[in-house]
């Protein structure tokens, strides 16, 4: 055991395979990184537009003990000093989270060590954790390529969602919208970008669906800026991408922020906090920032860029808290593509 | 010398322990169910009843391919993460090569192992016994079975087919081969994990971090790929 740490430290390893990125982190006592290694495939996906299932299954096997290795190198500890290996069961391509899941419990069993699944979108919400300590009740504006939630929590381990997408997530809308404007994979971060340097000046549908529900709907908004640029190209008119982009980023924010913001006055909320891929967006961070300073009863919190992307900091974060409310995996855990997220008591 | 093998390559689910000259433990199943379910829990329930902790392991020896991708890869990635973190020597084996070794020992002519590999192709390769040494004499491939059958036609020697994909390519060597042709038993078409074992044992040893599954196919996407950029090279 090494010199910096007390008999009572916890110490949990997090394995991430549920996407293009291979992860592997160690985190102290809930909340301190002592590891944190990501292997992203992204440029092999980039050639394809998009990430292949089997390509990305094949370059987890290829990556997974060596950013093990590293991620055990970085902390500077052996497998004795590990209360708990975290990894998530899903959701994500299924064949991608069996070589985390895989491999989670052949080192678990290799080192009798308690093994913990995850849920991916837990752990984007305990990214925040890493930043600063969770206020209860929560709640947490999950944005990614797949995920568009409202999670509601009253304590650790309790995630309730109140809202959800009915169609694509806020992240396939920027991916699909990207590809109109003829923007390379990924999309997103193009489109945040354009959007800067634009005007949100070309009228766009907003899905405020009925009253009270704070579900999310982005397919509309998704047509109507591809009926955009074909009704303009069949007029010969040309559009300004960054206008296009500015009006679409900002159809999507003003959504998002306003659900977010009734959610957290209905729910008499103390701490708001932004989480998942599309967290990365600068438009959407100013834009609670802009909103939240109005409500100063409930804290915002906004994890660095390196929190909001995929990575095994969060899991390890999320699976710590799991650990300590007796939550374990046995051997026969699986990987869930479909995995919904659950109320932990 | 305790060795512990993993073979998820395909249906057939084996783990076997070979402890020195001495096979101790050895688990088969041939259902249609889910490998990143079982073999964990098959692993553990195995040395738990052969009386062993991981840490007795000195090596791990795992069936690296062909077969169904995500199984290939269940068990390599299980495969790869025990040695590496145990620590111990790492060694992949044929996966065609295993069921060769399960049936064909005794046998005087050549030996085709038999995985289906979907619209009439199958994965193969070809085997034989020498002086108590398995041989590869063609080494494995993807092949359509009816060019297979041709094949083996021309070399006139006794074929020993085996695996429980044979079934569904069982006419098409028995029209081509005629009496050229032997199939083994029902209870020879599984793996054996044992034999994986004992062929494992004395092969070289693996790199741990740059091992990986033998798919023998690109996948689908890098074949497409690659096929495009040919074209528009010639273009
Ligand atoms: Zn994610």
Redesign the interface.
């Known amino acids: 055991m090494g010199e910096f740490m007390t008999n009572k430290d916890q110490l949990i390893m997090g394995i991430e395979t549920s996407c293009d990125e291979t992860a592997v982190a160690i985190i102290k006592n809930g909340r301190e990184i002592a590891a944190n290694v990501v292997a992203s495939q992204i440029e092999s996906h980039k050639?394809?537009g998009g990430v292949?299932p089997?390509?990305a299954?094949?370059h987890?096997?290829?990556q997974?003990?060596?950013v093990?290795?590293e991620a055990l190198n970085q902390a500077n500890i052996s497998?004795e000093d590990l209360s708990a290996i975290a990894v998530t069961e899903g959701p994500g391509l299924?064949?991608a989270l069996?070589?985390g899941?895989?491999?989670a419990?052949?080192?678990a069993?290799?080192?009798?060590i308690p093994l913990v699944g995850v849920h991916h979108i837990a752990g984007h919400i305990y990214a925040n954790r890493l930043v600063t300590e969770m206020t209860f009740p929560l709640l947490s504006l999950v944005v990614s390529g797949g995920h568009t939630e409202l999670v509601y929590m009253k304590e650790h381990g309790h995630f309730e969602v109140i809202g959800e997408t009915r169609d694509d997530a806020a992240g396939e809308a920027y991916d699909k919208v990207a590809r109109t404007l003829n923007l390379p994979y990924p999309g997103g971060p193009h489109i945040d970008r354009l959007a800067q340097e634009g005007e949100p000046s070309i009228s766009l549908p907003r899905a405020w669906l009925e009253e009270g529900s704070y579900d999310f709907s982005f397919s509309g908004l998704k047509s109507a800026v591809i009926n955009t640029v074909h009704n303009a190209e069949q007029r010969g008119e040309k559009i300004k991408p960054e206008d296009l982009a500015a009006s679409f980023q900002q159809s999507v924010i003003d959504v998002l922020v306003t659900k977010t913001s009734k959610a957290a006055k209905e729910y008499n909320i103390k701490q708001v906090l932004l989480a998942g891929g599309v967290a990365a967006n600068k438009g959407l961070r100013k834009a609670l920032q802009e909103e939240f300073i109005k409500l100063p009863e409930c804290e915002l919190v906004i994890p660095p860029l390196s929190l909001c992307t995929d990575n095994a900091a969060m899991i390890a974060a999320a699976g710590s808290v799991l650990f300590e409310k007796g939550i374990q995996s046995?051997?026969?855990l699986?990987?869930n593509p479909g995995l919904d997220i659950t109320i932990h008591n | 010398m305790k060795l512990l093998s993993i073979d998820t390559s395909n249906y057939a689910l084996g783990v076997a322990i070979l402890d020195g000259d001495q096979v101790i433990g050895e688990y088969i199943t041939n259902i249609k169910k889910?490998h990143?379910?079982?073999?964990?829990?098959a692993?553990?329930t195995l040395m738990k009843d052969c009386d062993m902790k991981?840490s007795d392991l000195s090596k791990i020896v795992v069936a690296e391919g062909p077969g169904s991708?995500?199984g290939v890869?269940?068990g390599?990635?299980?495969a790869?993460?025990?040695a590496?973190?145990?620590n111990i020597p790492l060694t992949g084996v044929s996966s065609l090569e295993v069921l060769a070794a399960s049936a064909g020992r005794y046998f005087e002519g050549v030996i085709s192992p038999i995985f289906d590999a979907r619209r009439g192709q199958i994965y193969t390769g070809l085997y034989q016994f020498h002086e108590g040494k398995l041989i590869t004499k063609n080494k494995d491939q993807l092949i359509l079975s009816k060019y297979w059958a041709a094949e083996l036609k021309e070399r006139s020697e006794k074929v020993l087919f085996i695996g429980n994909d044979l079934l569904l390519h069982k006419e098409t060597f028995e029209g081509i081969n005629g009496t050229q042709a032997v199939f083994a038993e029902i209870t020879e078409h599984n793996p054996r994990p044992a034999e994986l074992a004992l062929l494992g044992r004395d092969k070289e040893v693996e790199d741990?971090?740059?091992f990986?599954?033998n798919?023998i196919r690109l996948?689908?996407?890098?074949a497409n790929?690659i096929k495009a950029n040919k074209e528009k090279i010639r273009k």
């Open positions: 050639r394809f292949v089997e390509i299954s094949r987890h096997v290829e997974i003990t060596i093990l290795e497998y299924v064949g069996l070589v899941v895989n491999a419990k052949a080192v069993f290799a080192h009798g046995t051997m026969a699986n990987a | 889910n990143s379910v079982r073999v964990m829990p692993i553990e991981p991708y995500t890869r269940i390599v990635t299980i790869k993460t025990l590496w973190t145990l741990i971090h740059s990986v599954p798919y996948a689908e996407a890098e790929w």
